[in-house]
């Protein structure tokens, strides 16, 4: 069988553990990348420039549009977020499963350029947990932390134009969930028609 490499969204709101289901998987299986985005957002501690993000001023995010360098982009809370596109091409290529972590608005631009993308949403067991887990992080003040607790509730809509969620409750479980969604999607008819059709006409030289 083939084996092209399947593009994948995960999104969910923030907080939920998604950056920590995908290191997870990453360090676990061998044959996922996983973009890493540009934004103009300032780094956390501890986040370094090409590692988590691609640290841009503004001027720069905006030359990357205007130079068709991003398949989506959008802007959350007051920054703009995008992913580059010769990472992702140049990994699908190679066969790669290749994992995008961005935003509800950047999953249904990517879903409308490549209609069989994998679109994965992660979600807390319970509401409060969000709000625990985001004071628990310790990255971002109680002002922020409302923005983003505010930007859930928005994002709850768009849950229906995703194809499967994952409720991230214990971790390994829901690394597991992601993994077999994804391994799955290898399995589709339409990503083996070429191996369906090389077998099917074997079988009737041979048979009939
Ligand atoms: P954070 O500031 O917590 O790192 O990310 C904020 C939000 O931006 C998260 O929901 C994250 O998934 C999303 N995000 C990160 N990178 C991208 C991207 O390249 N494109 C889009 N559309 N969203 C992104």
Known sequence: MSRKGVLSVISGFSGVGKGTIVKKLLSEHDEYAVSISATTRAPRTGETNGREYFFLTKDQFESMIKNNGLIEYAKYVDNYYGTPR????GKLAEGKDVILEIDAQGAMQIKR????????FIVPPAAEVLRKRLIGRGTESMDKITDRLKRAGEETAYIEHY???VVNDMLDEAVMDVH?????????RKENEDFITSLS???KEKFI
């Open 86 to 89: 010769e990472y992702v091409e």
């Open 113 to 120: 350029q490549y209609p069989d993308a994998v679109l994965i």
């Open 163 to 165: 194809d499967y969620v």
């Open 180 to 188: 077999i969604i994804i391994q799955s999607a290898h399995m589709r």
């Open 201 to 203: 006409k074997e079988i």
